[in-house]
């Protein structure tokens, strides 16, 4: 089982370092660990607890009144209501199979037939996070094991990108958002996990400024001084040697003493080990993402009134 740190888990839940002492000290309900140069150290089981209960409070229950009800009560509830959620949001495994089928020989107009139907019958988020990334990883992985051809990789790497982009374009724009810049850094280009960051970003009402692939850091660098970012966003797919990591960090971190800078996707997850103490976030899920962008909003929220 992982164990974090109080900044990480304040990074997980949305929740302020602060409340989750005072938490603690109050109401027991999660007791951490120390680890040996006495850092309170949070369970994966702890963390789910902490989201569960800003979701309880977020529809209307006290702290105080969660905390009567005792960790074990507590714990039971949030598994039992966890699993639909897990369920909801896994690859939709059979359409995917269908989809890949029509790919070889290629069959457009039921690929395409099937795959609008799909996603129509479903929020687009869900749609984003049950079929289309894992489309897109499927057809990657067919592709990078010799199975499926270059030009039909592109053919259904451009359907998923236009269909992302379509719905970024009918978002009302937040000209009054935060301001999210979002690429991926030179060398980067698999590209659909930062589009997916991007709708998700536009949807929550943030003022995004989506960038692209292999993007050189000196020309994010200038568009920062001019754009004055609320939060940097970086993307990075692959898995770094460890002296491209440093190379990559050393630059980041000029970046970070300006900007919130934080990178998601499995090479920066790869990273982990070396953002400590960079001042560099690590966003390893959308989740996490999720509450990023929550805490971002409603500090800018509370800036403006
Ligand atoms: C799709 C794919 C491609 C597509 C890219 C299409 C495109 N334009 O983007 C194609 C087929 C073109 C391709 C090409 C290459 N690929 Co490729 N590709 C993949 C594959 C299958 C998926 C990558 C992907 O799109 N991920 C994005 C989404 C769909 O999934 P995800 O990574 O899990 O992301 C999730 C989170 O990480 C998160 N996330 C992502 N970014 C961010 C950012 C933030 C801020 C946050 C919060 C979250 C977040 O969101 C997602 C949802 O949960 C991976 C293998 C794999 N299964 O991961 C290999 C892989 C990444 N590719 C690899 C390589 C080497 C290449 C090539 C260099 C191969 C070559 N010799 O030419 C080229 C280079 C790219 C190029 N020049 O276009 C390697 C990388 C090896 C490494 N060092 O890590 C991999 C791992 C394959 C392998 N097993 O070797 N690839």
């Given at each position: 089982?992982?164990k974090?740190?109080?900044?990480?888990?304040?990074?997980?839940?949305?929740?302020?370092k602060?409340?989750i002492?005072?938490?603690?000290?109050?109401?027991?309900?999660?007791k951490?660990?120390?680890?040996?140069?006495?850092?309170?150290e949070?369970?994966?089981?702890?963390?789910?607890?902490?989201?569960?209960?800003?979701?309880?409070?977020?529809?209307?229950?006290?702290?105080?009144g969660?905390?009567?009800?005792?960790?074990?009560?507590?714990?039971?509830?949030?598994h039992?209501?966890?699993?639909?959620?897990q369920?909801?949001f896994?690859?939709?495994?059979?359409?995917?199979?269908?989809?890949?089928?029509?790919?070889?020989?290629l069959?457009?107009?039921?690929?395409?037939?099937q795959?609008?139907?799909?996603?129509?019958?479903?929020?687009?988020?869900e749609?984003?996070?049950?079929?289309?990334?894992?489309?897109q990883?499927?057809?990657?992985?067919?592709?990078?094991?010799?199975?499926?051809?270059?030009?039909?990789?592109?053919?259904?790497?451009k359907?998923?990108?236009q269909?992302?982009?379509?719905?970024?374009?009918?978002?009302?724009?937040?000209?009054?958002?935060?301001?999210?810049?979002?690429?991926?850094p030179?060398g980067?280009y698999?590209?659909?996990g930062?589009?997916?960051?991007?709708?998700?970003?536009?949807?929550r009402?943030?003022?995004v400024?989506?960038?692209?692939?292999?993007?050189?850091?000196?020309?994010l660098?200038?568009?920062?001084?001019?754009?004055h970012?609320?939060?940097i966003?970086?993307s990075?797919?692959?898995t770094?040697?460890?002296?491209?990591?440093?190379?990559?960090?050393?630059?980041?971190?000029?970046l970070s003493?300006?900007?919130?800078?934080?990178?998601?996707?499995?090479?920066?997850?790869?990273?982990q080990?070396?953002?400590?103490?960079?001042?560099?976030?690590?966003?390893?899920?959308?989740?996490?993402?999720?509450?990023?962008?929550?805490?971002?909003?409603?500090?800018?929220?509370r800036?403006?009134?």
């Open positions: 089982m992982n974090h740190r109080i900044h990480r888990v304040a990074k997980l839940t949305g929740l302020s602060d409340v002492r005072v938490w603690e000290r109050r109401y027991s309900l999660v951490p660990s120390r680890s040996a140069n006495r850092y309170r949070y369970t994966d089981e702890d963390v789910s607890l902490f989201r569960f209960l800003k979701e309880e409070m977020d529809q209307g229950q006290t702290i105080g969660l905390a009567m009800e005792g960790r074990d009560s507590l714990l039971q509830r949030m039992a209501s966890s699993i639909p959620k369920q909801e896994a690859p939709h495994r059979s359409l995917l199979d269908e989809l890949i089928s029509r790919l070889d020989p069959d457009k107009g039921r690929f395409e037939q795959l609008n139907a799909a996603i129509a019958v479903i929020p687009f988020e749609a984003v996070q049950r079929i289309l990334l894992p489309l990883r499927r057809v990657g992985e067919l592709w990078h094991e010799g199975r499926v051809n270059i030009a039909i990789e592109h053919y259904v790497t359907l998923i990108q269909k992302l982009f379509s719905v970024i374009n009918q978002l009302p724009a937040n000209e009054f958002g935060p301001r999210v810049l979002i690429a991926c030179e980067e698999h590209e659909i930062a589009q997916a960051v991007t709708y998700l970003a536009a949807a009402g943030c003022h400024y989506y960038l692209g692939p292999n993007l050189p850091l000196d020309d660098e200038a568009l920062c001084e001019r754009v970012p609320d939060l966003l970086l990075l797919t692959e770094q040697s460890d002296e491209q990591a440093q190379h990559l960090l050393h630059r980041l971190q000029r003493q300006r900007w919130h800078v934080a990178v998601g996707g499995n090479g920066a997850c790869a990273m080990p070396l953002l400590e103490h960079t001042g560099i976030e690590l966003l390893d899920d959308l989740g996490t993402l999720h509450n990023r962008l929550a805490n971002l909003l409603a500090t800018h929220q800036a403006f009134h």
